[in-house]
């Protein structure tokens, strides 16, 4: 594949000077460095209608209300421009957006037209800018918002207030916040946001000012990311928070009743942004804190810049599940520094970050921790490859094609795993200590810009390669980005520790349960053994190992969701009450998912549980949760 990318900056230089002296007002778009915007054709972004070569937005400033009566969003987004052109017209993704006026700096109307919506992407705003470079779009969120979840006390620990929390990517920023919704589209953004004055907000962004009591029983908060950022970045939560700190420059936010657990859970994180920094260099964002959601929270952790998003699901009690931090974290280099110009090269922001996430965890807990999650995530990787089989082999390219498709579609563990065995074959091929001179030099020269796959492999030859075809032909790196299935190169991290546990999972049919089994075992352990048991056991031997186990009352999720799919495999009916609560509980797609899943394919048995369940929790679930289980689980109306 050959592209050819150039940068379109160069020619606006001018014309940004030149209009943020017009508009008058100084913004943090013009004291910030405008980010670059890719625009050979494998940068070209099928999920966005923005046409950044015409006219770009550069900086976002919000001024919206939270109305939690309503479930909207009310106010405006003002946008700085570049633009060389002389009326160009500025075209914005909006999804589901009441829009109630368009304006210029002076607040005269102009001209828009909101076109026809697609049911995926929204719908295009199209503004006619004549000379105006700063424009002010007066909107209406809906209460369906997509990227918006309002939730009532009830669905709250402490059962008093309601709670909202954004989930932006992949393309959901447009459901509350008109901008082009682009990856490679990197902007600065500010806000001033009102809220009930019970509730705190917070945002991807540094805090600028204390709250401030306004009319109408509300605090007005305001918040600036100075960097420019891909918009699916920008991300806010209000509700009834606490705060505790960790370390010079790392805390934790959560609902009041939750923050003790959470503190402790992840008082390591400190020692976790040292080791990233000691591997690829400074931490660019300031302060870097978690908020632990409420379990609705549809993925395992959002790295929203400077506020981690985590599920709940985290939490176990004993630290077993904090690679999720140390991921989240990475991302504050792979993905939010260097970010995937388009959602088919996903793989750049995960294959790279979980490659990351287990160089920090091996880092912070030692080489035999690494391996495990290494070795485990292998497993996945073989899992997903098996599960898409013949069908979808496409979809085991690094390189999607997600033209027309939902880019959720390329967010299973290609990206992440087989993406990450990239990078740890390169890492074995040329070495490891010139590889990580290469990947910090790399952050430092991509940093705040968007990236392709061509784009990678291009820095990379001109960096690593330097025309050694025997590498070349050794590394194979074009068969790793743009063909299907699993290179012989790829390199497998093995586990003493789990080839240990495959043993006595091996056993386990031949001599049954003894009465050791699991003492001692961590998380990773008891996974694995989970995982690596035959399928088909019988009811006698499910409840030995639930007792031996304890998987009855098992509060970790991980060791929960592997005792559960077995279960299901079974039909093992005394696990039912456990599913039950653990699907209604919370909402995280990577558990709920494959359950349904697996629900659904255990036939008259499964699939009236399965309905039934799902009626339940449901109204429960995020709209990205739910939008994945519509596929698989018919509604109860339908499937009378
Ligand atoms: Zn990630």
């Not at 094609?401 to 290609?414: K, S, V, W, Y």
Request: glycine share 6%.
């Amino acid at each position: 594949m050959k592209t050819a990318i150039t940068l379109v900056l160069a020619a606006f230089a001018a014309g940004m000077t030149g209009c943020s002296r017009e508009q008058g007002t100084a913004s943090v778009a013009s004291t910030a460095a405008v980010a670059p915007v890719l625009n050979g054709p494998d940068a070209r972004d099928v999920h966005s209608y923005a046409d950044p070569a015409v006219a770009r937005v550069t900086h976002v400033d919000l001024d919206l209300t939270a109305h939690f009566d309503t479930h909207t969003m009310q106010g405006t987004a003002t946008l700085d421009v570049l633009s060389s052109a002389p009326d160009p017209q500025l075209t914005l993704d909006t999804r589901g957006l009441k829009i109630e006026a368009v304006r210029d700096a002076e607040g005269h109307d102009l001209a828009f037209q909101l076109a026809p919506a697609d049911p995926l992407l929204g719908a295009a705003l199209r503004i006619s800018l004549k000379t105006a470079r700063r424009v002010q779009v007066q909107y209406t969120t809906s209460p369906d918002a997509a990227a918006l979840q309002w939730l009532s006390p009830a669905q709250t620990a402490g059962k008093q207030q309601p709670y909202l929390f954004s989930q932006g990517e992949a393309i959901l920023t447009r459901s509350w916040v008109p901008t082009q919704d682009s990856p490679g589209i990197r902007q600065t953004w500010s806000a001033t946001i009102r809220a009930p004055e019970a509730l705190t907000v917070v945002m991807s962004g540094e805090r600028v000012a204390e709250p401030k009591q306004v009319a109408g029983g509300q605090r007005e908060w305001r918040y600036r990311m100075e960097h420019p950022v891909a918009s699916y970045l920008i991300a806010i939560a209000i509700g009834d928070l606490s705060f505790q700190s960790l370390g010079a420059r790392t805390g934790v936010y959560t609902e009041p009743s939750r923050l003790a657990a959470a503190a402790s859970e992840l008082v390591d994180m400190e020692k976790m942004v040292a080791a990233a920094e000691s591997l690829y260099g400074s931490y660019r964002w300031g302060r870097y804190d978690v908020l632990v959601l409420p379990p609705s929270f549809p993925f395992g952790g959002m790295e929203n810049p400077r506020l981690t998003f985590a599920t709940p699901t985290m939490i176990a009690g004993d630290r077993s599940l904090v690679s999720l931090v140390a991921h989240e974290l990475a991302h504050s280099w792979s993905g939010n520094l260097v970010t995937n110009a388009t959602w088919a090269d996903f793989w750049l922001n995960e294959g790279f970050t979980d490659y990351f996430e287990n160089r920090i965890m091996e880092r912070v807990y030692g080489a035999e921790t690494a391996a495990m999650l290494a070795d485990l995530r292998w497993d996945d990787l073989q899992d997903t490859i098996k599960d898409l089989g013949a069908a979808k082999v496409g979809d085991t390219r690094l390189h999607l094609d997600l033209a027309g498709r939902d880019p959720d579609d390329g967010m299973t563990d290609i990206a992440y795993v087989k993406g990450a065995t990239f990078l740890r074959t390169i890492e074995a091929t040329i070495g490891r200590e010139p590889w990580d001179a290469y990947l910090r030099d790399y952050f430092d020269r991509h940093a705040f810009q968007p990236q392709t796959s061509a784009g990678f492999l291009k820095d990379l030859r001109e960096h690593v390669i330097k025309g050694d075809a025997a590498l070349e032909q050794k590394l194979g790196l074009d068969a790793w980005v743009y063909d299907p299935g699993l290179p012989a190169n790829a390199v497998h991290v093995k586990s003493a520790a789990l080839e240990q546990i495959d043993r006595r999972a091996a056993a386990f049919a031949r001599e049954g349960i003894s009465a050791d089994v699991a003492k001692d075992w961590n998380t990773s352990q008891r996974v694995r053994y989970l995982n690596r048991l035959p399928r088909k056991l019988s009811t006698r031997q499910l409840a030995q190992l639930a007792t031996a186990m304890n998987l009855d009352t098992q509060r970790n999720s991980e060791v929960r969701f592997a005792w559960l799919q077995l279960a299901v495999a079974n039909r093992y009916a005394p696990a039912l009450p456990n599913l039950e609560d653990f699907l209604t509980s919370m909402g995280r797609r990577k558990f709920v998912l494959p359950l349904f899943k697996d629900l659904m394919a255990q036939g008259e048995w499964g699939k009236p549980l399965a309905m039934r369940i799902y009626a339940a929790a449901r109204p429960g679930y995020h709209s990205v949760t739910v939008g994945s289980v519509d596929k698989v689980v018919p509604l109860a109306a339908e499937g009378q």
